[in-house]
């Protein structure tokens, strides 16, 4: 099994609905991070929590919010989704005891009509 | 702030080419450099990274070392396979920091 795992891995929704992406790791890592992914931008963080009671912007926080469940769930919600949120969104974990090593879900295909 | 910069793609080649992926940063300190692979439908793996200036990052025949000189950190690989092609992204961490600050990506495609 996937030590990193995201649902949905595909999603089409309208504009101004609210979705939510989940993420959950097996990893026992206190560290998790949500990214999105756009062509010919790389990738970029949103948002990242270094534990259940942490939790904090990144570079591109507008338009989305954050839940950490508990250690080892952590979700992202679209509001209102609107259209330039169409994007890859990646999660990813880590752990300092492990070094700065961050490892990544498979991903979820979001696409906003 | 902190950037990271890498050649565009993509980079086409005939198996066992020799490869290179350029990729430089800007960074205030020193921080640990990165390199994360992507292949088709799949989330990004790392690939290799170096936390100290000199130091060589290696892994499945790939090489990159860390240049505080020219602050940069290149990507080799000697003799590329048809399943090396994949999207190659360099990235750094400032010390002490958690975040990742990501090249915007080069596509390899290796072909028989």
């Known amino acids: 099994d996937a030590d990193v795992t995201q649902t949905p891995r595909n999603r089409i929704t309208k504009t101004g609905k609210r979705i939510m992406l989940e993420c959950s790791q097996t990893?026992?890592?206190?560290?998790m991070y949500w990214y999105r992914q756009d062509p010919g931008l790389g990738l970029r963080l949103i948002y990242y929590?270094?534990?259940?009671?942490?939790?904090n912007k990144g570079e591109i926080s507008d338009g989305y919010s954050v839940s950490r469940q508990a250690q080892a769930k952590f979700s992202l919600s679209l509001e209102s989704a609107i259209p330039n949120q169409t994007a890859l969104y990646f999660c990813?974990?880590?752990?300092?005891?492990?070094?700065?090593?961050?490892?990544f879900g498979p991903g979820t295909r979001l696409l906003v009509l | 702030g902190d950037s990271v910069t890498q050649m565009e793609g993509p980079v086409t080649l005939s198996e066992e080419a020799f490869l290179t992926i350029n990729c430089t940063y800007t960074?205030?300190?020193?921080?640990?450099l990165f390199w994360y692979v992507q292949y088709p439908g799949e989330g990004l793996q790392l690939l290799l990274k170096?936390?100290?200036?000199?130091d060589k990052g290696s892994n499945k025949g790939f090489e990159a070392t860390y240049r505080k000189e020219t602050t940069s950190f290149h990507l080799e690989k000697g003799s590329v396979q048809v399943s090396d092609s994949a999207v190659y992204f360099c990235?750094?961490?400032?010390?002490?920091?958690?975040?990742?600050?990501f090249g915007t990506g080069t596509r390899l495609q290796v072909f028989p």
């Open positions: 990235a750094s961490q400032g010390y002490g920091t958690d975040k990742l600050i």
């Open positions: 990893k026992g890592h206190d560290r």
């Open positions: 170096a936390t100290k200036a000199d």
């Open positions: 960074a205030t300190g020193y921080p640990s």
């Open positions: 929590s270094f534990d259940v009671k942490d939790i």
């Open positions: 990813a974990t880590s752990d300092l005891k492990g070094g700065e090593t961050q490892y």
